[in-house]
């Protein structure tokens, strides 16, 4: 089992830019998926970027050339560069270690972006 705590959520205006961490309380290097989630209010939770072992990504269409994910296996941390953020992109937004079985979910961070 891992534990995730996830930091840099805050308030930001429309075209600004966001860095969010995922700190993991061992080492990630055995979960070959991390990855980001969001969920806005009275919606359900999406994926927006996950990022494999290898360093392989993926993300969702509407972040697609501003949110950037990485990993540090060495420190077992998960991060999201977000950039050109838009207000669109308010909500809570969850670190993620996929398994086979449930993820494994931080608390969450929120981020509000404002016009």
């Known amino acids: 089992q891992v534990q995730l705590v996830e930091s840099g959520g805050g308030l930001v205006r429309a075209g600004g830019s966001l860095r969010l961490s995922c700190a993991a309380s061992?080492?990630?290097?055995?979960?070959?998926?991390m990855g980001w989630y969001r969920q806005a209010p009275g919606k359900q939770r999406e994926v927006v970027a996950v990022i494999s072992s290898g360093g392989s990504t993926s993300y969702v269409d509407s972040v697609k050339g501003r949110f950037t994910i990485s990993r540090d296996n060495a420190k077992n941390t998960v991060s999201l560069q977000m950039n050109s953020l838009k207000p669109e992109d308010t909500a809570v937004y969850y670190c993620?270690?996929?398994?086979?079985?449930?993820?494994?979910w931080g608390q969450g961070t929120q981020v509000t972006v404002s016009s």
């Open positions: 993620a270690a996929l398994t086979v079985g449930s993820p494994y």
């Open positions: 061992r080492s990630i290097f055995s979960y070959n998926l």
